[in-house]
């Protein structure tokens, strides 16, 4: 079993359920690449600190691929999570003996995509919302997003900062290397605003 609180059928339904949510998180955030309008332009910022050619094209290469990659997606490039898996593809686990793997991990040269699943991302929702508006936490989405733009043939992401508000916070102090983070690329993909909490805020970027 791939996770301890579902069935894997019932974990594929789940799966397939987020990627075709990414997509779809995707072709929104393609068409405001494409668009690039005032507001369009501050999303960008949250996340990246700057809405540059350099960075609207690296988006748009980026997110076009991994879109993609994410079509493509069936049953078979989902794994539990364990040493002998990673392993077969050519990677060895970050976490060292008696530490917690992470949520889900990836083998960037692993050509097969495959994702391998932490049992933390089995009791994730898969999307964190507040009265609609998108929550700066990890979800089943923001997590698949976070690691398919780890590939190489994506956006060959790294992990830099450790959360999302880490990354947003980062990009506050105008970091140069935003782009090249995970969480940053999920969080802008996820449409997370630029603050946090359940207040009376109205998601303007």
């Known amino acids: 079993?791939?996770?301890?609180?579902?069935?894997?059928?019932?974990?594929?339904?789940?799966?397939?359920?987020?990627?075709?949510?990414?997509?779809?998180?995707?072709?929104?955030?393609?068409?405001?690449?494409?668009?690039?309008?005032?507001?369009?332009?501050?999303?960008?910022?949250?996340?990246?600190?700057?809405?540059?050619?350099?960075?609207?094209?690296?988006?748009?290469?980026?997110?076009?691929?991994?879109?993609?990659?994410?079509?493509?997606?069936?049953?078979?490039?989902?794994?539990?999570?364990?040493?002998?898996?990673?392993?077969?593809?050519?990677?060895?686990?970050?976490?060292?003996?008696?530490?917690?793997?992470?949520?889900?991990?990836?083998?960037?040269?692993?050509k097969s995509f495959t994702i391998f699943i932490g049992t933390k991302f089995c009791y994730l929702s898969e999307v964190r919302r507040t009265n609609g508006v998108p929550l700066d936490v990890d979800s089943k989405l923001t997590v698949l997003v976070h690691e398919l733009s780890h590939f190489p043939a994506a956006m060959d992401t790294n992990d830099l900062f450790s959360n999302i508000r880490a990354g947003r916070w980062m990009a506050t102090r105008q970091n140069k290397f935003l782009i090249e983070n995970a969480d940053n690329i999920a969080a802008y993909v996820a449409d997370i605003p630029n603050w946090h909490g359940s207040g009376d805020h109205k998601w303007t970027p």
């Open 1 to 110: 079993m791939i996770c301890p609180n579902m069935t894997n059928a019932e974990f594929y339904v789940t799966v397939m359920r987020v990627r075709d949510l990414a997509v779809a998180y995707m072709d929104d955030r393609l068409a405001e690449l494409a668009r690039w309008n005032a507001a369009d332009q501050d999303r960008v910022k949250i996340w990246f600190a700057e809405a540059t050619p350099r960075i609207r094209s690296r988006l748009q290469g980026g997110l076009q691929r991994m879109r993609d990659i994410t079509l493509g997606l069936t049953e078979t490039n989902f794994e539990r999570f364990s040493k002998e898996n990673l392993a077969a593809v050519g990677c060895v686990p970050a976490a060292k003996d008696g530490e917690e793997p992470a949520t889900a991990s990836v083998c960037k040269p692993d």
